[in-house]
């Protein structure tokens, strides 16, 4: 089955990774976690500067139209709308994404903005951040302050991306700001994030044209057993259950799975779960974050008595990540069996390698083509197999500050010059083009 006419070419970034002019804006948790020693991030990298994308977004947008991009999703940085999380807006700040929206859509390119990416205003952070109640409501002001500037020309909205990561990195594994492993904070956080996606939906609606799209972005690793026993196709269960079912269960069904909450029990916040029946609010697409599979082995390790296993023969990028695209035809089609979305975008997919740099204007990054090929192909499978997927958005438009791994991944269609902020399209970039134009 070929792509649908309708289908909806993009690609996606984020504020920090790509923003820079850190100076125009209030602080958020990603600058004090870059910022404080011993940094967590490699060769102590922020996000400072970035792409310098907040002065150059003209030039970006223009890029974007060269490769004949349909959609652009991004995401917009809290903190340079609400320097301290609440309270009085930065009007310079709104009006940025007030003039990139306007210029997205005069390169005919549909604006689909993500409200939160990770970067929490500090200020919020210092009164406990998403484990604070009132993050709902914090997060509800600022939807609102945003949905009403740019409601009547965004096309389409998310509220979070990725909640897991925000929950358990940042708060279970301490990889992410801000730096807390405890479990019983993270199952906090996690509860806060969901609430805080209802709340948003119904403020986006009221401030955006009828039938505008409203969803959420949830990174998905389908889980698969090391082998056929009981014992390690049980813990894939319980794997697929503490990362997908957390957040696709409340927000699909208003509850928490029943076997995760049994197993976390020691370490369950007192919280009234009930509540979480407010995240189940409908949405108009799941946006789905695919990079990888889990392949699980039961185990003695506590809490969920598993253990994750590199095969022999995979083939991996430069993170060390599986290339595994079978595992989105296998996620889609899942999803789409088990919670019926009204629409599946792919709002993150793509993946890092050791590009070389531009020789006489050219990046050859033929590891990226041959990945975009497999997993369109997995996408086409789905397609085929009655999943309702409605859009692509490749990971990322540029290379950028990836996170913990600093500038040294590099995911972009688009390779950046760190020193000169010089862009040059890849190889990928082009093969993306002519396959957006071929399917029109």
């Given at each position: 089955?070929?792509?649908?006419?309708?289908?909806?070419?993009?690609?996606?970034?984020s504020?920090?990774?790509?923003?820079?002019?850190?100076?125009?804006r209030?602080?958020?948790?990603?600058?004090?976690?870059?910022?404080?020693?011993?940094?967590?991030?490699?060769?102590?990298?922020?996000?400072?500067?970035?792409?310098?994308?907040?002065?150059?977004?003209?030039?970006?947008?223009?890029?974007?139209?060269?490769?004949?991009l349909?959609?652009y999703?991004?995401?917009?940085?809290?903190?340079?709308?609400?320097?301290?999380?609440?309270?009085?807006?930065n009007a310079?700040?709104?009006?940025?994404?007030?003039?990139?929206?306007?210029?997205?859509l005069?390169?005919?390119?549909?604006?689909?903005?993500?409200?939160?990416?990770?970067?929490?205003?500090q200020?919020?952070?210092?009164q406990?951040?998403w484990?604070n109640?009132?993050?709902v409501?914090?997060?509800?002001?600022?939807?609102?302050?945003?949905?009403?500037?740019?409601?009547?020309?965004?096309?389409?909205?998310?509220?979070?991306n990725?909640p897991?990561?925000?929950?358990?990195?940042?708060?279970?594994y301490?990889?992410?700001?801000?730096?807390?492993a405890?479990?019983?904070?993270t199952?906090?956080?996690a509860h806060?994030l969901?609430?805080?996606?209802?709340a948003?939906?119904?403020?986006?609606?009221?401030?955006?044209?009828?039938?505008?799209?409203?969803?959420?972005a949830?990174?998905?690793?389908?889980?698969?057993p090391?082998t056929?026993?009981?014992?390690?196709?049980?813990?894939?269960?319980r794997?697929?259950?503490?990362?997908?079912?957390?957040?696709?269960?409340?927000?699909?069904?208003?509850?928490?799975p029943?076997?995760?909450?049994?197993?976390?029990?020691?370490?369950?916040?007192?919280?009234?779960?009930?509540?979480v029946q407010?995240?189940?609010?409908?949405?108009?697409?799941?946006?789905?974050?695919?990079?990888?599979?889990?392949v699980i082995?039961?185990?003695?390790?506590?809490?969920?008595?598993?253990?994750?296993?590199?095969?022999?023969d995979?083939?991996k990028t430069?993170?060390?990540?599986?290339?595994?695209?079978?595992?989105?035809?296998?996620?889609?089609t899942?999803?789409?069996?088990?919670?019926d979305?009204?629409?599946?975008?792919i709002?993150?997919?793509?993946?890092a390698?050791?590009?070389?740099?531009?020789v006489?204007?050219?990046?050859d990054?033929?590891?990226?083509?041959?990945?975009?090929?497999?997993?369109?192909?997995?996408?086409?499978r789905?397609l085929?197999?009655?999943?309702?997927?409605?859009g692509?958005?490749?990971?990322?438009?540029?290379?950028?500050?990836?996170w913990?791994h600093?500038y040294?991944?590099?995911?972009g269609?688009?390779?950046?010059?760190?020193q000169?902020?010089?862009?040059?399209?890849?190889?990928?970039?082009?093969?993306?083009?002519?396959?957006?134009?071929?399917?029109?």
């Open positions: 089955m070929p792509f649908p006419k309708t289908f909806l070419w993009g690609a996606a970034t504020s920090y990774q790509i923003e820079g002019a850190a100076d125009l209030g602080e958020c948790v990603w600058d004090r976690f870059c910022h404080t020693w011993p940094s967590k991030v490699v060769h102590q990298h922020t996000g400072d500067v970035a792409c310098d994308h907040y002065h150059r977004y003209r030039e970006d947008v223009t890029l974007m139209q060269q490769l004949s349909q959609a999703r991004f995401s917009i940085a809290w903190a340079r709308v609400l320097p301290q999380g609440t309270g009085a807006v310079d700040g709104l009006a940025f994404y007030d003039r990139l929206v306007d210029e997205l005069a390169a005919n390119i549909q604006p689909y903005a993500t409200l939160y990416h990770w970067d929490l205003p200020a919020l952070q210092n406990g951040g484990s109640p009132d993050s409501g914090w997060f509800a002001e600022y939807a609102d302050i945003v949905a009403r500037k740019l409601g009547d020309r965004v096309k389409g909205w998310m509220t979070h990725e897991w990561i925000v929950a358990f990195v940042g708060h279970y301490g990889g992410h700001p801000p730096g807390v405890d479990l019983t904070t199952y906090e956080v806060h969901l609430l805080a996606h209802g948003a939906v119904p403020i986006i609606r009221q401030n955006t044209p009828t039938n505008t799209p409203v969803g959420i949830l990174n998905l690793n389908p889980a698969y090391a056929p026993s009981a014992e390690d196709v049980a813990a894939a269960q794997q697929d259950g503490f990362l997908n079912r957390w957040f696709l269960d409340p927000l699909f069904k208003g509850h928490y029943a076997d995760i909450m049994d197993l976390v029990a020691d370490h369950f916040p007192k919280l009234d779960v009930s509540a407010a995240a189940a609010v409908p949405i108009d697409f799941l946006g789905v974050n695919y990079y990888l599979r889990n082995a039961a185990s003695d390790d506590r809490p969920l008595q598993l253990r994750h296993i590199m095969p022999d995979a083939r430069a993170l060390d990540w599986e290339i595994y695209p079978d595992g989105l035809h296998e996620l889609l899942r999803l789409q069996r088990d919670y979305p009204k629409a599946i975008y709002t993150e997919n793509g993946a390698f050791d590009d070389p740099a531009p006489n204007g050219v990046v990054d033929p590891l990226r083509i041959g990945y975009f090929k497999e997993h369109f192909a997995a996408i086409e789905a085929a197999d009655g999943a309702k997927v409605a692509y958005f490749a990971w990322s438009l540029l290379d950028n500050f990836e913990s600093g040294d991944k590099r995911f269609l688009i390779h950046m010059d760190y000169t902020l010089q862009r040059t399209p890849k190889q990928s970039a082009w093969f993306y083009r002519d396959l957006i134009l071929a399917s029109q």
